[in-house]
C-alpha cells in the first residue's frame, strides 16, 4: 500500500485574562481573540512508518510541553509553531497561576485530539509539490553608524524567499489538505495588541482556505532573522497585517496551481539531539541585567515567562533537538529553535522544507558572521531562555555538521 494521510483541527484560542508571549513589553492581559487559534494535524502512513506533522498557532513549545504531548501518542509528532507573538504561553511550572496550567493541559489535549482524529481519518492520498517565491520578508539586522546592531530593516541581508507548498488529493481527486512553508516572523501586530491573533499566517490561511476548499497547514521557516517587511510603515496594523496575509496567499496559491506529482515511496523519521557550546565564562548576565533594571523583572519573567531550556550535564552547552522526516526524495528537517534565515538556506536542496521552532525552542540560532556581530538575539535573548551563556560562535557550523550527517542516512 502506498501512503495514507489524514487530517484534523483543533481550537486552542486562550481565555480573556491569560498574558500572551512574544513580547517583554506586552504587560496587559489577553482582552479577546481577533481570530481563532489553532491547532492543525497532518498524519502520513507508508507501510510500518507513522508519522504527524502538527501546524500550532503558537511561540514554540518547550521541552516539557513537547513531552506531554508526544508521551500519549504512539508514533512520532512534529509540533511544528507559526511563531505567532500574539499567542498563549505553551508552558507552565507547577507554580504557575492555575489559569496557566489549566490552559496548558487543555491546549495539550487538543493537540493529542487532533493527532487522534488525524490517524482515524487515514485514507490514500498522492502528493505534489510546488515551489515560488514571496517577498514579504525584510532581514531585520540593522546595523547602526556605531557598529551596534537593532531590530530594524537591512536591505542587503539575506531573505530565504522561496515558499514550497504539499497538496494531499485523495484517490477521488479531492484535495485533503495543503501544507506551505515559507519563512518571515509573524509580527505585524505589536505590543499594544492584547487580543489573540496568528498574525498575518491567520488572514493566510483563511484565504487559502476559502480558494481551497480544504485545511492549510502552515510550517514556519528559518525567520529568526525576517520581520514582515512593512512593520517600519506608517499606518494601520490590521491594515498591514491583511496586505501581508494577502501576499503569502498569492504565494502558496501559485505554488500550488504549478505543483508536480511526487513519488513517495519511502517515509522515515528520525532525530538527534545536538549539544551547542555556551560562552558561560562571560559576564553575560550582568550584562543583561543592566539592560534591564526593573527589580520586578525576574519575577514577572518568572511568572509569566517560564522557558526552561535544556542544559548538559556540566551545564556548558544547550541541548536543541533536530528531528528530520524523509518523504520520498523530499526532506522536512524540524529544529528546535529560531534558526538564521541563511542556515536554514544552506541545509534546504530541491524543494525540502525547513521547519523552525518545531518540537521545542533553545532561543536564537545565529550563524558565526551574525554571532560576531551580537545584537538582540546574540547577547540577550539568551538570557529568556534561562541560559547561562551566549552561544558559542560555532553552534551554527556544528548544527550544519550534524545535521548534513543526519540528512546523509
Not at 492581559?29 to 502512513?45: M, Q, S
Not at 541581508?157 to 518571515?184: K, M, W, Y
Not at 497547514?217 to 532573522?225: E, K, N, P, R, T
Amino acid at each position: 500500500m502506498g501512503l495514507l494521510a489524514g487530517v484534523s483541527r483543533r481550537e486552542m484560542t486562550p481565555p480573556v485574562g491569560l498574558y500572551l508571549v512574544g513580547y517583554g513589553n506586552r504587560l496587559l492581559p489577553n482582552a479577546g481573540a481577533h481570530e481563532p487559534l489553532t491547532a492543525t494535524a497532518l498524519t502520513l502512513r507508508h507501510g510500518e512508518m507513522t508519522v504527524s506533522i502538527v501546524a500550532c498557532d503558537l511561540l514554540a513549545v518547550t521541552e516539557t510541553t513537547y513531552q506531554l504531548v508526544q508521551s500519549q501518542v504512539n508514533h512520532p509528532v512534529l509540533l511544528c509553531c507559526s511563531h505567532t507573538h500574539s499567542g498563549p504561553p505553551p508552558h507552565a511550572e507547577p507554580d504557575s497561576p492555575p489559569m496557566y496550567t489549566v490552559h496548558l493541559r487543555w491546549m495539550v489535549s487538543q493537540i493529542v485530539d487532533a493527532v487522534r482524529e488525524s490517524v482515524a481519518g487515514l485514507r490514500p492520498v498522492t502528493v505534489s509539490r510546488g515551489i515560488s517565491e514571496t517577498h514579504i520578508a525584510v532581514n531585520r539586522r540593522q546595523r547602526n553608524p556605531d557598529g551596534s546592531m537593532s531590530i530594524g530593516v537591512n536591505p542587503a541581508g539575506p531573505i530565504d524567499r522561496s515558499v514550497t507548498v504539499l497538496q494531499f488529493h485523495d484517490e477521488t481527486g479531492a484535495l485533503v489538505t495543503t501544507l506551505a512553508n515559507l519563512s518571515c516572523h509573524p509580527t505585524v501586530l505589536d505590543p499594544g495588541n492584547l487580543a489573540a491573533s496568528a498574525d498575518w499566517v491567520g488572514v493566510m490561511r483563511d484565504l487559502v482556505e476559502s480558494q481551497t476548499g480544504a485545511p492549510l497547514l502552515f510550517v514556519q521557516g528559518a525567520c529568526a532573522d525576517l520581520n514582515p517587511r512593512l512593520n517600519h510603515s506608517p499606518g494601520n496594523r490590521w491594515g498591514i497585517r491583511f496586505h501581508i496575509g494577502y501576499e503569502a496567499t498569492g504565494a502558496v496559491l501559485r505554488a500550488a496551481a504549478d505543483a508536480l506529482p511526487l513519488d513517495i515511496d519511502r517515509l522515515h523519521h528520525y532525530h538527534h539531539t545536538i549539544d551547542l557550546p555556551l560562552e558561560t565564562n562571560s559576564d553575560f548576565r550582568r550584562q543583561v541585567r543592566r539592560q534591564f533594571p526593573v527589580a520586578a523583572f525576574e519575577t514577572l519573567l518568572n511568572r509569566f515567562f517560564p522557558w526552561r531550556a535544556s542544559l548538559t550535564d556540566d551545564g556548558q552547552a544547550v541541548q536543541m533537538r533536530v528531528d528530520v522526516l524523509t518523504l520520498g526524495d523530499m526532506r522536512l528537517i524540524g529544529m528546535g529553535a529560531e534558526v538564521f534565515t541563511e542556515i536554514g538556506m544552506t541545509l534546504k536542496h530541491n524543494g525540502d522544507i525547513f521547519a523552525g521552532v518545531t518540537n521545542g525552542c533553545i532561543g536564537y540560532l545565529p550563524t558565526a558572521g551574525e554571532h560576531a556581530l551580537g545584537g538582540y538575539e546574540v547577547d540577550v535573548a539568551p538570557y529568556f531562555f534561562r541560559l547561562p551563556g551566549r552561544l558559542r560562535s560555532d553552534a551554527s557550523e556544528i548544527t550544519i555538521s550534524v545535521t548534513r550527517s543526519l540528512l546523509g542516512r
